[in-house]
């Protein structure tokens, strides 16, 4: 083959393309490098601030224990050391970082060795010892390990006086804080390992105590309790129940201190990197790996917490895909480009090159494809062999795989067994599963899987439970299937399993909040009504009776309404504490709804129901409550609905119970009430009044009736009050206390209410129009309409609408109205006042305002009570009267009394200066054309007698 001549290797324009291509290249890479960065550090705080916040509020919860268990001795008062233990025991099976749960008790020397005394009668061998396990030295005080749970496990510190240990500065700090402090990493008296932990300590003191300052909290301390925590344990279980430890890409460490040091290290999860930081952005950017440090500090129980959180080194690839992607395509493309440019210059060459490299590639293809021919026959076999054993593992799905002998012995388990199961290999390799689980040879269960065994059957997730090295139960499902040699001899079964325990806990939770009131923890409707049920069964077996009692609080909507839901719901809690408290275990006191509660209480032979039931659980709910800093008193009404085994549905008792609180509410509050039959009666006549009301606008069913307002002056008619009565066609008259009640609980009042000012106004109009003068109409203002929003547009309207002066429309308000908010009240009046009506007050001196707000009122009329009146011949009543009008005239406020029904009250008013009077001497409330009737006749009063 001839020679080809030589050219240079690159033209002049393959090189200026080349060059200008990795330039553009090389912004492109930095440009994108710096977005994936951004998107790396984004992800990176995204996550470490999720681990620091967890366990923030991890801490907050942990704190709450020790809050919860001050709270028993609060409550309770002095507590035993069975209390203590069935308070505790739920709590350490709920939290495993917990170690104990402990009490500590103040005593002198005296009381201490007359204490160890008496503790020796249940402990044999009991003492007391200091931190250097001596014996007590003498001191003014010492501070001993009473309650202790568990006590098994824990038994070093059980007598230990802890202000023998470091610790005795905390406890100082938290008694004179009263607030719950944390003790500095120490290591356990009951640690087996190299875990530090820390006692949170928060004081008890003496009920009934002061404790507004550090020295009379020092004085009321009767002791502390705690809660010894195992540290590394408490964050670890803060992180998993978050789900956060599966992150294998971060190094969390959570320190304890003033500052960030090794000694300070109580968790440490996952292994640093040794890259520093990169400092410029450039640098950052180009950086192999992604570098950063966040740090979180709070504070809790006295000590100063530190999340830190730093990434681990990622495969480059995975980070900087797209700035590989944009720095190969570039180059590659450049290359390319260059590579077609210099191919014009040199292509006879560069086609004699690639025929050659392309005949010697074939050639070895050749080679190659002979060689994977023969090794691709030696795999197929063993190809087909696998497929074969793992086809129908592929369709199961497993956290790890195990296999059995012909005898049922374990041979090989592998996978998270051991570690995420927390069991020993020693207890299973070389045994069988019911030598590890005995209960499977006596129940059904275990008998019906091992006859599967023997039957060489294949089986599917079949569940069983283990305890685990942590003393815990851990539930596993396995599925397995029988394997057989060649000529069909059975050689044992192989399959795989998973751990299924936190789904079987999640059922458990499910089940419990499915039955139980989140809020109180009490039986829910669901759990309720099952409990009736056999109550109910077993009081129809025994003939004894059975008591179901509704529970209502008579100001929880006061508590709400001033201090908001969180307040409510810690009145709740602390109410349902203390009924259960106040009842037997056998009973069943349950949350209905709301601030209702349930009790259902069986009666025994022994031991009769009677009313000191109520008056316990009464006595009880009226203790006071601390919220927010205040006590608050509530009380409660009880309706009470006894079961006879051949009398009333069960089904119907706690509705019995209901209408017997109603009436318990109606009597006062604060009272008990046994249901009757003639209560259903009254509450179905209480549901058929409602039901008719709510359809009496519509059928046009009110009437207005008016009362004359007389002046005693003149003995004219210069006003009346307008009165609603209801002409229902079946009722027949219905009276007003009989409805407007309903009404004002329902919200009817408020369209009744504008019906009636309306309807009055109009009529007012229609009488001044026909000659008779301009009459005031009086009307009465309810609490619910004066709480409208829109209650002054509505008054406006109505005047515009019928055309009636506002001097002629007379606004009727209670004292109760406007007591609650007085401002408000004040600023509502003044705008009622601006549209030109007056206002008065109605039933004065019955209610509980205080004069001085006479004085901020815009009142124009004072109507003296109808009780006032009637007793006019009393001495003390009619001073009273006098004073009314004194007071009044004092105030430029016009008098009018209510109720007069004889010659000798109207004299007395007019001796004593009432402006108007209204009552039956003068004429009862009567209909439209009666009181037309008097106007047009000129009805008015006799002139006062002439006087000798």
């Not at 059975?546 to 508590?559: P, S």
């Not at 709510?694 to 002046?711: C, K, N």
Request: glycine share 6%.
């Amino acid at each position: 083959m001839p020679l080809l001549s030589k050219s240079p290797p690159f033209s002049l324009a393959a090189t200026l393309t080349l060059v200008t291509g990795m330039a553009v290249t090389g912004m492109l890479f930095v440009a994108v490098s710096a977005l994936e960065y951004g998107k790396m550090e984004l992800s990176f705080q995204q996550r470490a601030q999720v681990r620091a916040a967890a366990i923030r509020r991890g801490l907050d919860d942990t704190l709450e224990l020790v809050t919860i268990l001050n709270d028993l001795f609060k409550s309770v008062g002095p507590v035993s050391r069975e209390q203590f233990g069935d308070f505790t025991r739920p709590l350490l099976a709920r939290y495993p970082f917990v170690q104990a749960f402990n009490y500590h008790r103040v005593l002198n020397d005296d009381e201490a060795r007359r204490y160890a005394a008496a503790l020796q009668d249940r402990y044999p061998g009991y003492a007391m010892f200091d931190g250097r396990h001596l014996p007590l030295s003498s001191r003014p005080q010492h501070v001993i390990v009473d309650f202790l749970e568990p006590l098994q496990g824990n038994e070093a510190a059980f007598g230990l006086d802890v202000m023998s240990l470091p610790m005795s500065n905390t406890i100082n700090q938290a008694v004179a804080a009263g607030a719950i402090m944390a003790t500095p990493l120490l290591r356990l008296e009951q640690e087996r390992g190299n875990q530090k932990g820390f006692v949170l300590l928060m004081p008890v003191y003496r009920p009934g105590a002061q404790t507004a300052t550090a020295a009379q909290r020092r004085a009321a301390w009767i002791g502390n309790t705690g809660a010894v925590i195992r540290s590394t344990d408490l964050i670890h279980k803060i992180l998993y129940a978050a789900d956060l430890l599966d992150d294998a890409s971060l190094v969390v460490r959570v320190y304890v201190g003033d500052d960030v040091r090794p000694d300070n290290l109580i968790y440490s999860l996952g292994q640093p990197g040794q890259q520093a930081v990169a400092a410029k952005p450039l640098q950052r950017w180009l950086a192999f790996d992604y570098h950063d440090l966040y740090t979180r500090t709070f504070s809790a129980a006295g000590k100063a917490w530190h999340v830190q959180v730093t990434p681990l080194p990622r495969p480059f690839l995975a980070s900087h895909l797209g700035s590989l992607s944009t720095l190969i395509g570039g180059l590659l493309f450049s290359l390319l480009t260059a590579a077609f440019v210099n191919s014009l210059a040199r292509r006879s060459v560069r086609v004699q090159r690639l025929v050659e490299e392309r005949t010697r590639a074939l050639q070895l293809s050749n080679e190659r494809l002979n060689d994977d021919v023969a090794a691709r026959k030696r795999t197929e076999e063993a190809l087909q062999e696998s497929e074969l054993r793992f086809r129908r593992l592929l369709a199961l799905s497993s956290d790890w795989y195990w296999e059995q002998d012909e005898e049922f012995r374990f041979t090989s388990i592998t996978g998270g067994f051991f570690d995420k199961g927390k069991q020993d290999p020693e207890d299973f390799i070389g045994k069988t599963r019911w030598e590890n689980h005995p209960e499977m040879l006596q129940a059904r269960w275990g008998q019906d899987h091992i006859k599967l065994l023997e039957a060489h059957l294949p089986f599917l997730n079949f569940d069983y439970a283990l305890p685990g090295t942590d003393g815990q139960p851990h539930w596993f499902s396995i599925s397995g299937e029988p394997l057989f040699d060649k000529d069909g001899a059975f050689k044992g079964y192989r399959g795989t399993g998973t751990d299924i325990t936190e789904r079987k806990l999640s059922e458990q939770r499910i089940h419990h909040i499915a039955h139980h009131d989140v809020l109180t923890g009490l039986p829910n409707r669901v759990l309720l009504q099952d409990r009736l049920t056999q109550a109910a069964a077993f009081a129809n077996r025994s003939g004894i009776p059975l008591w179901v009692m509704l529970i209502d609080l008579d100001r929880f909507k006061f508590v709400n309404d001033s201090l908001g839901h969180k307040a409510g719901d810690l009145l709740l809690k602390t109410v349902a504490q203390r009924l259960q408290d106040s009842v037997r275990e056998s009973d069943t006191v349950a949350r209905l709804s709301g601030d209702e509660f349930v009790a259902i209480l069986t009666e025994y032979p022994d031991e009769a129901l009677s009313l000191d039931v109520t008056q316990r659980i009464m006595r009880a709910v009226a203790q006071p409550v601390l919220l927010e800093g205040k006590e608050f008193f509530v009380t409660c009404s009880i309706g009470v609905a006894v079961y006879d085994p051949d009398g009333t549905p069960a089904q119907r008792l706690i509705e019995h119970a209901d209408i017997a609180m109603y009436r318990a509410k109606k009597l006062g509050r604060n009272n008990t009430q046994f249901y009757q039959p003639a209560m259903n009666e009254e509450a179905l006549e209480r549901v058929r009044i409602e039901t008719a009301l709510r359809s009496a606008l519509e059928r046009d069913e009110f009437v207005l009736h008016y009362q004359p307002q007389v002046d005693l002056r003149s003995g004219r008619i210069v006003g009346m009050e307008a009165l609603i009565r209801w002409q229902h066609p079946e009722l027949g008259m219905v009276a007003p206390y009989r409805f407007i009640g309903l009404a004002e609980e329902t919200g009817l009042i408020v369209p009744i209410g504008a019906w009636v000012l309306a309807t009055a106004c109009a009529q007012a109009k229609a009488w001044q129009d026909a000659g008779h003068g301009p009459l005031r109409v009086a009307v009465n203002l309810s609490p619910r309409q004066f709480g409208e929003p829109n209650l002054l547009a509505s008054i406006a309207e109505v005047l515009e609408q019928t055309g009636l002066p506002p001097s002629c429309l007379d606004i009727e308000l209670t004292e109760g109205l406007f007591m609650n908010d007085v401002a408000l009240a004040v600023e509502l009046l003044h705008k009622l006042k601006a549209l030109g009506l007056a206002l008065s007050i109605d039933d004065f001196g019955t209610g509980y305002s205080s004069f001085s707000y006479l004085r901020k009122f815009p009142i124009d009329v004072l109507k003296i009570d109808r009780s006032f009146v009637s007793d006019i011949g009393a001495d003390d009543e009619a001073a009273i009267v006098v004073s009314i009008i004194a007071l009044a005239h004092n105030l430029k406020l016009r008098v009018i009394a209510e109720g007069v029904e004889s010659e000798a009250q109207l004299d007395y008013l007019r001796r004593n200066g009432c402006d108007e009077i209204q009552g039956y001497y003068f004429s009862q409330p009567v209909p439209v054309a009666a009181f037309e009737q008097m106007l047009v006749e000129g009805k008015k009063l006799l002139a006062t007698p002439a006087t000798a």
